[in-house]
């Protein structure tokens, strides 16, 4: 299995290589890979700790090949090529349809991607994109389906709303051990984890709890939910972290709920589209088929 594995891994690390090295340049090999660019230099980089060599040299907006890095191209583009059209070939016959899903980054790692092996499994005729936001990007035109956080509905032709966001204080394990016989007055001797786009957040909690806001010791601003959650789980401070999204961190006992007040936030995830959901052609039956999954996965009324 760990031979498998590693032969999967090189295949990766020679086909990324050899895009990146026609194109000279990570990002337009990520695109061609459906990847992000810095899988694409991952996959290079083991490929290079595997054969013992650096393959390109890295400029700060550019790329080029080393000498070991233009004899290694010459010998695997014909064979790559080759292996390349024929998937090619495979991927565009007429029953495989392509769907693109736009979501947050979050809620991509932690509801999303777990989940998907089932609709994988019963719809393999369907070769899905997911591709991650933040939020403040805007919704892509390219994508058949977006899954947004909104506090009002989204103007698309169809939206469906799947639930809402609530908010729990939490801290790591260690942390908790200090904390679990204190009472949130003593949050003004706390560092507090705040997301950028949610700063007065903790203001919030403390007015629904009838409690005096508090000034904290220190506050810590990161500008990723991951990041946030990956924050408190190092015990680096105390954070509101959000429900239902995080849950499995709370299962596996990752984070720790710290005092029993709540907040429930204004914002709700939506799933929508601006495109027909009828079951008329390959891709509207497909795009129904992906719309009905997400809403039965992940609506509270599902």
Same mark, same amino acid.
Request: include cysteine; aromatic fraction near 14%; proline fraction near 3%.
């Given at each position: 299995m760990k031979f498998a594995r590693s032969q999967a891994m090189q295949y990766r690390g020679i086909r990324a290589f050899c895009i990146a090295a026609e194109q000279l340049s990570f990002k337009l090999a990520a695109d061609e890979l459906a990847v992000t660019p810095?899988?694409?230099s991952h996959q290079i980089r083991d490929l290079e700790a595997y054969l013992g060599c650096t393959l390109f040299v890295r400029g700060t907006r550019s790329i080029s090949l080393t000498l070991e890095g233009q004899r290694l191209y010459?010998? @695997?583009?014909?064979p790559v090529e080759k292996v390349n059209a024929a998937v +090619?070939? *495979? +991927? =565009?016959l007429p029953n495989r349809v392509p769907l693109r899903i736009e979501?947050?980054? %979050? %809620?991509t790692s932690e509801l999303f991607l777990p989940r998907m092996s089932d609709f994988s499994q019963?719809?393999?005729h369907i070769d899905l994109r997911i591709e991650t936001t933040a939020p403040s990007d805007p919704e892509s035109r390219r994508a058949n389906l977006h899954i947004v956080l909104s506090n009002k509905r989204p103007p698309a032709l169809c939206a469906k709303r799947l639930f809402r966001i609530r908010y729990q204080p939490a801290c790591s394990r260690d942390l908790y051990a200090e904390w679990r016989d204190k009472t949130p007055q003593d949050l003004n001797g706390a560092t507090l984890l705040v997301h950028e786009s949610r700063p007065d957040a903790w203001q919030q909690w403390f007015v629904d709890a009838d409690l005096v806001v508090q000034t904290p010791r220190q506050t810590i601003t990161v500008d990723s939910m991951y990041g946030l959650a990956r924050a408190t789980q190092q015990g680096a401070g105390?954070? @509101?972290i959000p429900l239902p999204v995080s849950q499995q961190w709370f299962d596996k006992k990752e984070l720790i709920a710290l005092f029993d007040n709540q907040i429930t936030g204004s914002d709700y995830y939506? *799933? =929508?589209t601006n495109e027909p959901l009828t079951d008329g052609s390959a891709v509207e039956s497909a795009l129904a =088929? @992906?719309?009905n999954w997400v809403v039965s996965e992940f609506s509270d009324d599902g």
């Open positions: 810095s899988a694409v010459m010998d @695997l583009r014909e +090619k070939r *495979l +991927k =565009t979501m947050p980054a %979050f %809620f019963c719809n393999q105390i954070a @509101l939506w *799933l =929508t =088929t @992906l719309w």
